[in-house]
């Protein structure tokens, strides 16, 4: 069994038209560090640290795992592509490369994708737990290991196997406990439906003494 690695990708909204594109259209999975020919991670690689010019040493520790860790048949989750609502999550399947296009974008590092799918975040195989760590990581390019790379691995084998289910939408109160704990965690999430549990039966015990109260008055009369 081949042994892959779990990863987390953010992208800015500024590049994201040009980033869903070369995503979907040329299965090439993209991210943002410059556009300047100097900064082609396999030059980077080969220089020496302590001659490193501050462009490049922003794109070296922003992109290095790129060159320097992704391997073929790792999984990358895509953090709020192609709408906040949803994440996408993808297989490499090459090696890095650098390409400069003519519109002079700053999206000039890629590795060959294939796609495994689109996922809502609020289905009912996302956990909430995992969409608290991915709104959490701000890194460009992060590994994950354990929890977060089991749960990836799950829902990837997901969408093989039925790819309707990662875009239905749990019921109301499913998904509201969800985005909750998402936003909150399980504590605040728990105590938020406390408060509103309360405050339900409150009012249904209410409307249940208005309702007596007036049925005595209808049997008076």
């Known amino acids: 069994m081949i ?56 794109t070296w520790d922003s992109c290095k795992f790129m060159i320097n860790g992704i391997k073929e048949n790792d999984l990358i989750v895509i953090k709020n592509i192609p709408n906040y609502d949803y994440f996408t999550i993808v297989k490499v399947v090459g090696n890095y490369k650098f390409k400069l296009f003519p519109e002079k974008s700053n999206l ?21 737990a995992f969409l608290r760590v991915l709104n959490r990581e701000l890194h460009p390019i992060h590994m994950v290991r354990n929890y977060p790379c089991v749960t ?9 196997k039925n790819p309707k289910i990662t875009k239905k939408s749990a019921n109301f109160i499913v998904q509201l406990w969800q985005w909750e704990v ?12 406390t408060i509103a549990f309360f405050q339900i039966a409150s009012a249904v015990e209410g409307a249940i003494v208005d309702y007596e109260r007036f049925m005595n008055i209808v049997r008076f009369w």
Request: glycine share 6%; hydrophobic share 40%; proline share 2%.
């Open 152 to 160: 990836i691995k799950y829902l990837a084998s997901q969408m093989q």
């Open 108 to 128: 000039n590092h890629f590795l060959p994708i294939e796609m495994v799918g689109e996922f809502y975040k609020y289905s009912k195989i996302v956990p909430s």
């Open 3 to 58: 042994k892959s690695h779990c990863w987390i990708w953010n992208i800015s909204t500024i590049n994201k038209e040009n980033f869903i594109k070369r995503l979907k259209v040329e299965q090439l999975l993209g991210q943002e560090c410059g556009y300047n020919k100097r900064i082609n991670l396999h030059y980077l690689k080969i220089k020496k640290r302590e001659n490193l010019v501050k462009e490049e040493w922003y």
């Open 182 to 193: 998402e936003h909150l965690g399980v504590i605040g999430a728990v105590f938020l439906f």
